[in-house]
T-cell receptor
Framework: EPEVTQTPSHQVTQMGQEVILRCVPI?????FYWYRQILGQKVEFLVSFYNNEISEKSEIFDDQFSVERPDGSNFTLKIRSTKLEDSAMYFCASTPGLAQETQYFGPGTRLLVL | AQKVTQAQTEISVVEKEDVTLDCVYE???????LFWYKQPPSGELVFLIR??????QNEISGRYSWNFQKSTSSFNFTITASQVVDSAVYFC?????????????FGGGTRVLVKP
């Protein structure tokens, strides 16, 4: 069964460094999402992406964040200058052509900013 | 704005007991989807069930069942005959329906601990 994959599974970085989190959505899906979950808290929406552009973003998704689909298969989340409070689990999700389909999540990338 | 509330933060049961998880939501949309996801200790988010707002028929799927009541904005979830492997955090989520993609709004989660 097709799955969303994410790399790396864990990343440790120093405050102020740039990180790129990578996702490979399910191949025939057209809608892509990033969410984050700070340890012990609820899952929060960051951004949705469709037709090579951002369709919606949350207040969390400020100028330090960007998303890209560089090659038709990968979907990346970049944090330009990480802060301590960016430490969280980051989940990628995708859905097929219809926007109301179920979002299937990748296994997540646990980011720790020191 | 959408909001999902899971009032129970933690539930502890003994194996084979039934567990019911409460979920109350707020939305101004008339058409929306409701979901339950499971997050086991390994951390991934596993889709369990989905229900759309125009279908209030309650169903059973294996050991899972749900009770959707639009009049009270509730979407409760029951695990029948719980097993140790059901120990996880369960999240209720709500999505609007938009042409350019939906965002999920999650509740705070309910931690379920099933003891042998």
């Amino acid at each position: 069964e097709p799955e969303v994959t994410q790399t790396p599974s864990h990343q440790v970085t120093q405050m102020g460094q740039e990180v790129i989190l990578r996702c490979v959505p399910i191949s025939n899906h057209l809608y892509f999402y990033w969410y984050r979950q700070i340890l012990g808290q609820k899952v929060e929406f960051l951004v949705s992406f469709y037709n090579n552009e951002i369709s919606e973003k949350s207040e969390i998704f400020d100028d330090q964040f960007s998303v890209e689909r560089p090659d038709g298969s990968n979907f990346t989340l970049k944090i330009r200058s990480t802060k301590l409070e960016d430490s969280a689990m980051y989940f990628c999700a995708s859905t097929p052509g219809l926007a109301q389909e179920t979002q299937y999540f990748g296994p997540g990338t646990r980011l720790l900013v020191l | 704005a959408q909001k999902v509330t899971q009032a129970q933060t933690e539930i502890s049961v003994v194996e084979k007991e039934d567990v019911t998880l409460d979920c109350v939501y707020e939305t101004r949309d008339t058409t929306y989807y409701l979901f339950w996801y499971k997050q086991p200790p390994s951390g991934e988010l596993v889709f369990l069930i989905r229900r759309n707002s125009f279908d209030e028929q309650n169903e059973i799927s294996g050991r899972y069942s749900w009770n959707f009541q639009k009049s009270t904005s509730s979407f409760n979830f029951t695990i029948t005959a719980s097993q140790v492997v059901d120990s996880a955090v369960y999240f209720c989520a709500l999505s609007e329906i938009k042409a350019a993609g939906n965002k999920l709004t999650f509740g705070g989660g309910t931690r379920v601990l099933v003891k042998p």
